[in-house]
């Protein structure tokens, strides 16, 4: 059975560890009859130890800082997120890329992840797409230059989640078709394979994001060709998250 994954990111949202507890909970509530997907909820750093998680529920973060401890003011280590229990950590989000986040950083923030046993979701993806297909070399750089350092060995554990920068924030009907999402799933697969070959290129697991929502989340996973969805503003309403959740694990 193919295992699918779901991830929350909920960005610099809700207000409150109050908010925070009541959204976990009904995610956690949605998920007690999931059979083949594991949702992860990454909220703002104050209120990790604030979520409900459970058996099929985990804890990610949004970014994390390479180490455990030092003199890195306003940074939170990888290690502090792993003594509160998070295995995931999202990286090189857009939103963090347009405030100056390099692939450099990405990168080594890619293998202090790995190094802690945590589970890196890398995040890649185009501005703008146009005629002559230069969205596609923008990915393919971005993909080589954040996984830079990585082995054949550990590309395996890493989650890339796909998310066309046009289509974040948006409706259903704003964000990519699927016939769309499956040519950009064999292009990022073989920019992998060249990279680290076929055998462990195909481990890996793709996931998209950009306006999922219940509307389009079973199109997107059964004619998209990804393992699942890194969701945004539709993960901060249980029920609509519920929707989603739904559809990726029939
Ligand atoms: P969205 O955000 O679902 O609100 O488009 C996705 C993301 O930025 O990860």
Redesign the pocket.
């Known amino acids: 059975m193919i295992k699918k994954i779901v ?1 929350a ?1 909920w ?1 610099m949202n809700p207000l409150t560890p109050g908010e925070a507890k009541v959204i976990s909970k009904g995610i956690v509530k949605a998920s007690d009859k999931l059979k083949r997907t594991t949702v992860v909820i990454a909220p703002p750093f104050p209120f990790l130890s604030s979520v409900s998680l459970s058996k099929k529920v985990f804890l990610g973060s949004q970014d994390a800082f390479w180490g455990g401890v030092g003199a890195q003011t306003g940074e939170v280590s990888i290690g502090m997120l792993k003594s509160l229990k998070a295995s995931y950590v ?1 990286l090189g ?3 963090r890329r347009a405030l100056g986040e390099s692939d450099a950083f990405v990168s080594k923030k890619i293998i202090a992840t790995l190094k802690a046993g945590m589970t890196p979701i890398l ?1 890649i993806g185009e501005k703008a797409r146009d005629h002559h297909g230069d969205y596609l070399s923008f990915v393919e750089n971005q993909i080589r230059a954040s996984l830079e350092g990585v082995s054949r060995k550990e590309i395996s554990k890493i989650i890339i ?1 796909y ?1 066309p920068v046009w ?4 409706t259903a009907d704003d ?1 990519m078709d699927s016939s769309k999402l499956h040519e950009m799933s064999i292009f990022v697969h073989k920019t992998l394979v060249n990279m680290f070959g076929r055998e462990s290129a195909q481990k890996v697991k793709l996931n998209y ?5 219940g509307a389009n989340a079973h199109d997107l996973i059964q004619n998209g060709n990804v393992y699942g ?7 901060l309403d249980s029920k609509k998250f519920a929707e989603i959740l739904r559809a990726t694990d029939k």
């Open positions: 991830i990111n960005k999202i989000h857009s939103e995040c989640a998310e289509a974040i924030g948006k964000a994001g950009g306006s999922v929502e969805f890194l969701v945004g503003h539709a993960s």
